[in-house]
C-alpha cells in the first residue's frame, strides 16, 4: 500500500481516503489548467440604473463567478436584468441570464443562477434594475490561471 507521511492512499473498504483525494484532485485540476486564485471580489457594490450598464468586464483570463447579491434598499419591490455580454455585443435578449427578477423591498437575494459559470475574457456582466439606484449588487469570483 502506498503511503504518504503514513497516511494511507485507501482505507480498509478500498477507497481512495480523503487526503488522497485532494492530491489527486489538486493533480488533475493543474493538469487541466483549471488552477483557480483565491476568491476576489470582482466588483465594489454597485447602484444599478434603468439602463443596462458595465458593472464588471472580465480581464485577459477566464474568470469563474462565485456569487453576486443584490440588495434592494427602497420601500418597494425592484425588478433586474442581468446580462452576460460578449466582447462586441449589447445588452438584450440574446445575452440575458436573469429577466425581470422581483426583489422584496429592503431584501437581499444571492444570485444562484450565474454562480459557477466560467466566463471568457473580455466578456461583460451587464445590469439594470426597474427603479433607478434602488438596488446595491455586489460580486466575487476567481480568475482562472
Known amino acids: 500500500m502506498l503511503q504518504i507521511q503514513n497516511t494511507a492512499m485507501v482505507d480498509e473498504k478500498g477507497y481512495i481516503t480523503p487526503a488522497w483525494r485532494g492530491v489527486f484532485q489538486a493533480v488533475f485540476n493543474q493538469l487541466n ?76 437575494v444571492d444570485l444562484t443562477t450565474v454562480e459557477d459559470h466560467v466566463i471568457s475574457a473580455n466578456w461583460s456582466i451587464q445590469a439594470s434594475a426597474s427603479t433607478g439606484g434602488a438596488i446595491t449588487i455586489f460580486g466575487s469570483g476567481n480568475k482562472i490561471s
Open 33 to 108: 489548467g483549471d488552477q483557480m486564485s483565491s476568491n476576489i471580489s470582482l466588483f465594489q457594490p454597485t447602484q444599478l440604473t434603468t439602463s443596462p450598464t458595465t458593472i464588471y468586464t472580465f480581464p485577459n483570463v477566464p474568470t469563474r463567478i462565485g456569487k453576486l447579491t443584490a440588495c434592494n434598499t427602497s420601500g418597494s419591490a425592484v425588478t433586474i436584468n442581468i446580462y452576460l455580454v460578449p466582447q462586441g455585443q449589447s445588452a438584450g435578449a440574446g445575452t440575458i441570464i436573469i429577466s425581470a427578477l422581483s426583489i422584496p423591498a429592503g431584501e437581499s
